[in-house]
């Protein structure tokens, strides 16, 4: 090999690594866009970052995290957000019992949070324990009688208990508050199999 290649393939090394470094550098500032901090999105002051960056998640850090969070709602019986946000957690993968408990230590100390209350009835209904789910979404429609989830909720409750008229009863209430709801449809065609004994 000449000299001159030799310093034409060093010229080349050299150019890689410049463009490299190059793009490696805008990929970086690309990826560290300005974080949304927790607290203008109402969130937990020690809930992680949202939005921006397109950084990789850190699965031990995210672990570590939500040990911290369950164990400060164990140790906390009396915090009512630790409750919850262990309860989200939990309903999260589909660990509904575990949540139903923590939501039931949350609503014991404020009974009457709305939102408690509802996903209550709606951990409950993933649950399978739909009369249950039937008693906490009736106890939300109390506080808030036109809400249309927590309807449907009602509504998928009487009709998984084979609960015919309770079922019609949700139905023409859910209609009467949002004609339009999409699932109208299938409540009814499911009401009817359920009258016809099907």
């Given at each position: ?26 990929m970086a500032q690309k990826s560290t866009a300005p974080q949304i901090s927790a607290s203008s999105q109402g969130l937990p002051a020690d809930h992680p970052p949202v939005g921006g960056g397109q950084s990789t998640p ?141």
């Amino acid at each position: 090999m000449s000299r001159e290649n030799i310093l034409f393939a060093i010229i080349g090394i050299l150019l890689g690594f410049i463009v490299g470094f190059m793009f490696a550098s805008s990929m970086a500032q690309k990826s560290t866009a300005p974080q949304i901090s927790a607290s203008s999105q109402g969130l937990p002051a020690d809930h992680p970052p949202v939005g921006g960056g397109q950084s990789t998640p850190d699965p031990q850090g995210m672990r570590e995290q939500v040990t911290k969070w369950i164990e400060q709602a164990r140790n906390e019986p009396k915090n009512f957000d630790a409750q919850v946000k262990a309860a989200e957690l939990y309903y999260q993968i589909q660990r509904y019992d575990q949540a139903i408990e923590f939501l039931l230590k949350a609503n014991q100390l404020k009974p009457t949070d709305y939102r408690t209350v509802t996903f209550l009835g709606v951990a409950n209904l993933d649950a399978g324990h739909f009369e249950t789910a039937e008693k906490w979404y009736r106890a939300a429609m109390k506080m808030k009688s036109d809400d249309v989830m927590v309807l449907a909720g009602l509504t998928e409750a009487t009709l998984q208990q084979g609960n015919a008229k309770a079922a019609e009863d949700a139905i023409a209430q859910l209609e009467k508050v949002d004609p339009n709801v999409e699932d109208l449809p299938k409540f009814r065609t499911r009401l009817a199999n359920l009258k016809a004994g099907k």
